[in-house]
């Protein structure tokens, strides 16, 4: 059976996966934040960078990508992502919405869950554009991630207050 994999960071603009159908896509329940700590792609382990991760928000959405994975690539495909996702995030089962037809299916995503060893919780914004205006790792600066990031979303016509007010503080150089 082929699954729907929900991109909502990096996977939006960067999913080097093989798929057969992408499609914009909504997650209900679930807010972005830049909570995660990246120790092993956009920061180093005495320094790490900040990527997002996913909140949970009772009335609150998260727009991104859904990606159906052919049933004879799930497993190369979870494996090569286990590996990537593999700094505090989780696969989750969850329920998504194609936004091109509004159509609701199941899927699944990656989120690193409070509580885990990379995670580094809420802070105000000027905190959070300091920290990922100096970090950078082996993917590369961290600030390209969160700017490539608000174009993409920009692309979907997604709006992410949280990432565009972040945006916006690391382009000013102060929030």
Not at 72 to 81: V, Y
Not at 104 to 124: K, M, R, W
Request: hydrophobic fraction near 35%; charged fraction near 20%; proline fraction near 5%.
């Amino acid at each position: 059976m082929n699954v729907w994999l929900f991109g909502y960071g990096s996977l939006i603009w960067h999913p080097d996966i093989d798929y057969i159908a992408r499609e914009p896509a909504r997650l209900h329940g679930w807010e972005r934040r830049f909570w995660q700590g990246s120790h092993d792609h956009r920061g180093l382990p005495h320094s790490p960078g900040r990527v997002v991760t996913l909140i949970e928000s009772h009335r609150g959405h998260c727009d991104g990508v859904a990606y159906l994975v052919d049933a004879d690539a799930i497993a190369a495909t979870f494996e090569a992502l286990d590996y990537r996702e593999k700094n505090g995030y989780q696969r989750r089962n969850i329920t998504l919405q194609l936004t091109g037809n509004e159509q609701s299916t199941q899927g699944v995503t990656y989120i690193a869950p409070e509580g885990n060893h990379a995670y580094l919780g809420p802070a105000p914004i000027a905190e959070l554009a300091q920290q990922i205006r100096t970090s950078e790792g082996p993917s590369g600066r961290n600030d390209d991630y969160l700017l490539e990031l608000a174009r993409a979303l920009r692309e979907l016509d997604a709006h992410d207050s949280h990432v565009f007010e972040l945006e916006a503080a690391v382009i000013g150089g102060a929030a």
